[in-house]
């Protein structure tokens, strides 16, 4: 593609150069330009890609795209926004392929991942071509394409919307993080729906207040990026939305709704409950529990049925997704006792699900957790208050630290502790201790990193998994088979 046609939907401050390169590929890390290729000079926390624009051209790049002029001696696009502008390219670069897909954005602090996966579960047995990007990767015919970002960055995001639209993909179901929006990498993708969850204290060490959070989520739903909003409106952010001046639906349990529910049973097995939505009532069984699954529920029936799914396929798809990796992950060994494995790494995570646990288990709760090593003091101490009122032992562990040490963390979180607690710094020997050490009807959490599949530590991503840990010690330590557990995809 000619540097020309690439160039063609951005705000062009100033263009340097006498030529017209053939593109070949964009990139905004020097490292990864090859010949051919134009290199975008984005400005980050840390540093600026301006400072990498002769390694970029020494590795081949042929033209160079900045917010400021540079002398330099290959064209030069000078642009007000370079991080809208990467985003632009690429959609140009890979022929609008998110043009040709019906799009459907989760986004929110909780939930996400599971109304995603809810969602592409009830459109795959409806038929549709349905893909999915998320925390756990990009899926398509049961198959991972990709793992990084939760949101991918727009040079591998759009690469796999026209790979995707090459399979023959219909629709996507994707998830968008506050830093994807903040960071601009959704710019020039217009969704089908856009599906507001939930907003409650979560990355405040990036965003610095709740209202630059959520400004940052309610101003991204609007007209330019969605056809059609759906919100939680027993959510305060939520509520705001009808207010965003797009067509919007809603669901709720408390505030009238156009989608709620009612008979609802909820046991550590599963859900029941009788959904209207916009007057068309599904009797519902899943085996998700937890009221917050509900809502998750609900906001994937709102999005089917929207879609034109009729009510006895969103029954079955909803009864086709057994579980969802890393969220509330089942297993039940001897003498009832029950090991959870779930992302929560919120407060508000951890007060739904803990809450959640405390009704239906009678003997001994304990919560193993940790806190990233960018998370903010506060939100530490909070985690930790929480546990400590559902829980009768926390034992604290490792949880992507990267360079902040150990005890610091745990210093933070030990001021919201109030029961008995442990620390022990390998996330693995924490989980085989707490298993070993299980009486009868005791449930053990292990909480945060859900289907994660590495621990950052010390900039390095050293391989572990939560799933894999527990199924390691059952099979050493339970003798449990394959199907004695609840969840039997995970074990």
């Known amino acids: 593609m000619e540097l020309s046609n690439l160039i063609k939907n951005l705000n062009v401050v100033k263009f340097v150069g006498n030529n017209n390169p053939n593109i070949l590929g964009v990139a905004f890390n020097s490292k990864q330009v090859k010949k051919g290729y134009v290199f975008v000079c984005l400005t980050g926390s840390k540093t600026d890609g301006v400072n990498y624009v002769l390694e970029a051209i020494n590795n081949g790049a042929v033209a160079c795209v900045a917010e400021q002029e540079l002398s330099l001696k290959v064209p030069l696009v000078v642009v007000k926004n370079a991080r809208v502008s990467l985003s632009l390219m690429c959609k140009q670069f890979y022929g609008n392929a998110c043009d040709n897909l019906k799009i459907i954005m989760v986004t929110g602090t909780n939930g996400k991942t599971s109304v995603c996966y809810l969602i592409n579960s009830i459109l795959k047995y409806n038929n549709f071509k349905c893909a999915l990007i998320g925390t756990n ?14 949101t991918p960055d727009p040079t591998e995001l ?38 507001f969850t939930n907003l409650t204290e979560e990355h405040l060490d990036y965003f610095y207040s709740m ?28 509520v705001k939305v009808l207010k965003s001046g797009v067509q919007t639906l809603s669901y709720g349990l408390v505030n009238p709704a156009d989608t709620f529910a009612l008979n609802i ?25 937890g009221l917050y699954n509900v809502y998750n529920l609900m906001a994937a029936i709102t999005s089917a049925h929207c879609l034109g799914v009729k009510p006895n396929v969103i029954k079955k798809g909803i009864e086709n997704l057994s579980c969802i990796p890393g969220r509330f992950n089942k297993y039940f060994l001897d003498l009832n006792k029950l090991v959870v494995v779930d992302f929560a790494h919120t407060p508000d995570g951890f007060l739904k699900l803990l809450s959640e646990v405390k009704t239906f288990r009678r003997g001994k709760i304990i919560t193993m957790f940790g806190c990233v090593g960018y998370s903010d003091s506060l939100k530490r101490k909070h985690m930790a208050e929480v546990a400590s009122k559902f829980s009768d032992e926390i034992i604290l562990t490792t949880d992507n630290p990267n360079f902040v040490k150990f005890a610091d963390i745990c210093q933070d979180v030990l001021k919201g502790v109030s029961v008995p607690c442990t620390q022990i710094e390998n996330r693995a020997e924490a989980i085989k201790h707490a298993m070993f050490n299980l009486k009868e009807n005791d449930t053990l959490l292990i909480l945060g990193k859900g289907a994660e599949t590495s621990n950052l530590i010390n900039g390095i991503k050293v391989p572990h998994s939560d799933l894999a840990e527990v199924e390691y010690n059952i099979q050493n330590f339970y003798n449990v088979k394959k199907g004695d557990c609840i969840d039997t995809s995970i074990i």
């Open 137 to 150: 990767g990009i899926f398509y015919d049961n198959k991972q394409l990709y793992y990084g970002l939760t």
């Open 158 to 195: 759009h690469y796999y919307f026209n790979e995707l639209k090459n399979m023959g993909v219909t629709h996507v179901v994707m998830e968008a993080s506050a830093h994807a929006i903040k960071l601009n990498k959704l710019v020039g993708i217009k969704a089908e729906q856009i599906i």
């Open 211 to 238: 209202e630059e959070y959520s400004n940052t989520k309610l101003n991204f739903i609007n007209a330019s990026n969605c056809n059609l909003a759906i919100t939680n409106v027993d959510d305060g952010y939520g």
């Open 265 to 289: 049973t909820n046991k550590i097995s599963g859900l029941e409950f009788c959904v209207n939505v916009m007057d068309e009532i599904i009797n519902i069984k899943s085996s998700l529990c």
